[in-house]
């Protein structure tokens, strides 16, 4: 039984060591290439270990990499996505933590109702919203802004944040509630120093998965921005080379990994919060 058990035991770690490999190929070979120079990448092919590090790809590509005829380098779009990222989770995670409370704490007739129209968003498919979204940007002015792809991003995010404090917040005791209230606290009162101080595992669920989202969403940037506004990921379609020149996949693969970094920040620093949240009510 012993024996059994060991091998069980092993056979389950090479496959979980066989599917890690599976993922991490791809950037791996995207890491390596970002450290490589073009004739090495050239002769060698493009999955290949550095014979010597490129370190200036990585310079070159933030700072004078041509996107586009503007050759400032991917900083611009990175600093676009900054500026719509981090108010757009920072909004939708507020909304969302009020409107979960309303619906949680503060019943109402027709709350399951509420809260089952505002979260329709959450299931339905992106492309269903981009004739609306023309819509309301060309009438408000804010088409080919960045203003514009915030108020995007808040709206469709209050879907998600909403969903995950309601699940969180239903588990808080009313009797605590009503003891704020015999006290004389009200509404917002309530909120700002009951329910929030007990809200950090389940914001930080949102923030992550707003941040993240947001930061890697595609469709919306390159539908409702161009050129100069266009936040990083729509930017890195433009990254190929002209035609008259050889691909530059050492800093092309430089872009990729400075576009990538924030996310992948994110989650090195915040990812055993994020399943602390998620097991402390999130998925409820």
Same mark, same amino acid.
């Given at each position: 039984?012993?024996?059994?058990?060991?091998?069980?035991?092993?056979?389950?770690?090479?496959?979980?060591?066989?599917?890690?490999?599976?993922?991490?190929?791809?950037?791996?070979?995207?890491?390596?290439?970002?450290?490589?120079?073009?004739?090495?990448?050239?002769?060698?092919?493009?999955?290949?270990?550095?014979?010597?590090?490129?370190?200036?790809?990585?310079?070159?590509?933030?700072?004078?990499?041509?996107?586009?005829?503007?050759?400032?380098?991917?900083?611009?779009?990175?600093?676009?996505?900054?500026?719509?990222?981090?108010?757009?989770?920072?909004?939708?995670?507020?909304?969302?933590?009020?409107?979960?409370?309303?619906?949680?704490?503060?019943?109402?007739?027709?709350?399951?109702?509420?809260?089952?129209?505002?979260?329709?968003?959450?299931?339905?498919?992106?492309?269903?919203?981009?004739?609306?979204?023309?819509?309301?940007?060309?009438?408000?002015?804010?088409?080919?802004?960045?203003?514009?792809?915030?108020?995007?991003?808040? &709206?469709? *995010?209050?879907? $998600?944040?909403?969903? =995950?404090? !309601?699940?969180?917040?239903?588990?808080? /005791?009313?009797? %605590?509630?009503?003891?704020?209230? &015999?006290? *004389?606290?009200? $509404?917002?009162?309530? =909120?700002? !120093?009951?329910?929030?101080?007990?809200? /950090?595992?389940? %914001?930080?669920?949102?923030?992550?998965?707003?941040?993240?989202?947001?930061?890697?969403?595609?469709?919306?940037?390159?539908?409702?921005?161009?050129?100069?506004?266009?936040?990083?990921?729509?930017?890195?379609?433009?990254?190929?080379?002209?035609?008259?020149?050889?691909?530059?996949?050492?800093?092309?693969?430089?872009?990729?990994?400075?576009?990538?970094?924030?996310?992948?920040?994110?989650?090195?620093?915040?990812?055993?919060?994020?399943?602390?949240?998620?097991?402390?009510?999130?998925?409820?």
């Amino acid at each position: 039984m012993a024996s059994r058990a060991v091998l069980s035991r092993v056979a389950i770690h090479a496959v979980l060591i066989a599917f890690a490999a599976f993922f991490l190929v791809p950037l791996l070979v995207v890491v390596f290439n970002s450290l490589r120079s073009t004739e090495d990448i050239s002769h060698t092919g493009v999955i290949g270990i550095p014979h010597e590090l490129i370190w200036s790809n990585f310079s070159r590509t933030w700072s004078s990499y041509c996107i586009s005829q503007h050759c400032d380098g991917i900083q611009p779009y990175f600093w676009n996505s900054v500026r719509m990222a981090i108010p757009a989770t920072i909004i939708s995670t507020l909304l969302g933590a009020l409107n979960g409370y309303s619906l949680s704490l503060w019943r109402f007739r027709g709350d399951t109702i509420v809260f089952g129209i505002m979260t329709i968003g959450v299931f339905l498919p992106e492309q269903m919203r981009l004739v609306p979204w023309v819509i309301v940007l060309r009438d408000l002015g804010l088409f080919n802004t960045i203003t514009g792809l915030v108020m995007i991003h808040i &709206i469709q *995010g209050v879907s $998600f944040t909403t969903l =995950f404090c !309601r699940n969180y917040y239903v588990s808080i /005791p009313q009797d %605590l509630l009503k003891a704020a209230r &015999i006290d *004389g606290a009200g $509404f917002f009162r309530i =909120f700002w !120093r009951i329910v929030l101080p007990l809200s /950090p595992p389940i %914001l930080i669920v949102t923030v992550i998965w707003q941040f993240t989202g947001i930061w890697n969403e595609y469709l919306y940037g390159v539908t409702f921005s161009t050129g100069e506004q266009q936040p990083i990921t729509a930017a890195l379609i433009a990254l190929s080379a002209r035609l008259s020149e050889a691909p530059q996949y050492g800093e092309q693969s430089a872009a990729v990994l400075l576009a990538a970094a924030p996310t992948l920040l994110v989650y090195l620093f915040g990812g055993r919060y994020f399943l602390r949240g998620l097991t402390a009510g999130a998925v409820k």
